[in-house]
């Protein structure tokens, strides 16, 4: 079983059965809404679906403190490197087997500028992660992103999604259905809204909308979800 967490925004982690710790878009502590300090989390690896301050932001702390491994596209893992870290490049599509499982990157629509110093010379594209856990769940985190018809590709491959529906600058709740229809995940999460008054949603009436395409499981942070 994986303990999946949420710390709000779109920044969660997961525990696998065997004790390992995955982080995805680590944004701690200036997110409003997350009550921990970056100094509170433990990482062995750490999932950057792009280079917005808001998901990045805790990603170099992190792995100082941890030496967590770092997993994202080419120019983001060499900025990361150069900065002394381990790393684990991708690109979109590519997939690399971890001790937690096979990871591979799935596109996404968004900017993709290192909002990090010195970071103007790695702007890479954006990505979402598929990830086939060793306990044979599939979970997948969309990343920053509008409606892909791509994600038809992923129907029948996912047990637990996390979608945003901030809209403004992501996917709005109607595309985040529609994404929900084309992905067919047995359980989705909505992530990327009530951060700051821009991107407020509803994420009850995100659910009702939702209906019986899948399970919606609306996460506070600091929520856990045992898949």
Known sequence: ?????????????????????????????DNPVCELSVDDVEADFI???HGHFDHIADAIPLAERTGATIVATFEIATYMEGKGLTVSPHHIGGGVTY????????????????????????????AGFLINLNNGKRFHHAGD????????LLKGMVDVAMVPIGDRFTMGPDDAVKA????????????????????????????????????????????????
């Open 145 to 152: 992103t509008g409606l892909l018809n791509d994600m038809r």
């Open 180 to 227: 929900v229809e084309f992905i067919a995940p047995n359980v989705v999460i909505p992530i990327h809204y009530n951060t700051w008054p821009p991107i407020e949603q509803d994420a009850e009436a995100f659910k009702a909308a939702v209906g019986s395409l899948a399970q919606v499981e609306i996460m506070t942070p600091g929520d856990t979800y045992d898949f």
């Open 1 to 29: 079983m994986t303990r999946l967490t949420f710390h709000g925004h779109s920044t969660c982690s997961l525990e696998t059965d065997d004790g390992l710790h995955i982080v995805i878009d680590p944004f701690f502590g």
């Open 47 to 49: 999932l950057l679906t």
């Open 99 to 126: 001790p937690f499982g096979y990871v591979k990157l799935t596109p996404a629509l968004h900017g993709g500028i290192v909002e990090l110093p010195d970071g103007e010379g790695f702007t890479t594209l954006p």
